[in-house]
Nanobody, 119 residues
Framework: QVQLVESGGGLVQPGGSLRLSCAASGNIFSIATMGWFRQAPGKERELVAA???????NSLDSVKGRFAISRDNTKNTVYLQMNSLKPEDTAVYYC?????????????WGQGTQVTVSS
């Protein structure tokens, strides 16, 4: 069974930085695409950034140049470094793992971590 545990959220002032971490248990990390999603109140969940097992990255236009996703396959951990944070980045951030086994796609989600950007 795959479990994802996020950490690193909190309250930060505009312009500040936070680093989110997501540790994965189970034996799928090396084959999974890992991603960070977020959901603000009253809005749909959106993909912030994702990194494939080969290191290919895609990210939301509004975070390019400010956020960076990375992964450490030796620690089964994915990170989201968030710089120059804005109030509109306030949301619950969720870690996601997506992998394919025998043509079937699977997803696992973390419990979410709150990020609040406010003065």
């Amino acid at each position: 069974q795959v479990q994802l545990v996020e950490s690193g959220g909190g309250l930060v002032q505009p312009g500040g930085s936070l680093r989110l971490s997501c540790a994965a248990s189970g034996n799928i990390f090396s084959i999974a695409t890992m991603g960070w999603f977020r959901q603000a109140p009253g809005k749909e969940r959106e993909l912030v950034a994702a990194i494939s097992n080969g290191g290919r990255i895609n990210s939301l236009d509004s975070v390019k140049g400010r956020f960076a996703i990375s992964r450490d396959n030796t620690k089964n951990t994915v990170y989201l470094q968030m710089n120059s944070l804005k109030p509109e980045d306030t949301a619950v951030y969720y870690c996601n793992a997506r992998w394919v086994v025998t043509y079937s796609q699977y997803d696992a989600w973390g419990q979410g971590t709150q990020v609040t950007v406010s003065s």
